[in-house]
């Protein structure tokens, strides 16, 4: 007999993949470049050639078993340590190797974390807006995942909800800084009061509570803005980090787990994963890319035209009316729309080729996402048609 809970899970499909794969569609009849699609988060900016060539090098030189052949089960050390010392020297946290456990990107970190610290009923806290799948990646491990209300002036955390929600099941709250869909880097101010409520609570409680920190933005930061550590401020946090979006990698699925050193038993937390992996059939991220980054450690791909692309696109917004909360990072912008209905708001869009996603699966009633990770020009031709859609179906705003 089948699984039920899978086989409704295909009723459904990400809104996001439904509105990428319209615009391919409809590429397919007027030319993709027509489209103006900020559905999907796929950079759209080069790898640094420096990976290309380590690539390349790694081949020429490496005995094929060694770049092609299992790596251990952690991850290969010599890519753990150099993930520890970047991260030690960056941030101030003294990593070690044995603090790091190589992941297929920020999904399989989170996977390995969830299970870390948690078992079915236990409850998981995550901040509106938030990224939808995280509800399979914590739902289908049996743990609970309640979703703190937005607090939509600046979209940093709601604490006054936030202390509400918490009670003696919490195990982790799962944050994401720089935000998808937001945008929203939590201050400096907002993680220490974070750190303070958990630290807090902890005690009362009588039992740990941690933070699994989704980083796979983190070098995605705009001018001015401070992204701070989370590690550095609370020592009970796991972090999340994926190079899909840093070196834009995503198809490589590379990232790892790193648990801060003074986390309580954070050596056995690592060594756990190991464990995990062979319950979740995730085992040994691909050597050569684990070789390959672990040479471009403190490299990124040219990010510099996200935040061009944000501006242009933010000014844009601004001055047809809209309400939208300045992103401080990544390549997404997360304004209201102009009506209740958001995916109301997001259908009439399409009949101007501009493909938008309602805001309703990130936990936030009303807005909806743009992904601008795509070429500067096609942003400049898109704000034309977002100018006619808005004095066309919204003349009251403009």
Known sequence: MIVQKYKDMLSGKSVIRQLSEFATARGAEIGYDNVFDYSLGNPSVPTPREFTEEMIRLLETKDPMELHGYSPSLGITSVREAVAASLSKRFGVPYEGKHIFMTSGAAGAIAHAVRCVTQPGDEILTFAPFFPEYHPYIDLTGAVLKVVPAQVEDFQINFRAFEEMLTDKTMAVLIN??????????????????????????????????????????????????????????????????????????????????VNPACREAETLVNMCGQISRGIGHNCPPSIIQLAVARVLNRTADLSVYETNMELIYRTLMELGFTVVKPGGTFYIFPKALEEDAKVFCQKALKYDLILVPSDSFGVPGHFRMAYCIDTEKVQRSLEALRRFVETEYPSFS
């Open 177 to 258: 800084t720089p935000n998808n869909p937001s945008g929203i880097v939590y201050s400096p101010e907002t993680i220490q009061k974070l750190a303070d409520t958990l630290q807090r609570k902890s005690e009362e409680y009588g039992h740990d509570i941690f933070i699994i920190s989704d980083e796979p933005y983190r070098e995605i930061v705009f001018e001015g803005v401070v992204n701070p550590c989370v590690s550095a401020y609370y020592s009970n946090t796991i972090m999340c980090y994926s190079f899909s979006k840093s070196l834009s990698l995503p198809g490589e699925r590379i990232g790892y787990v790193a």
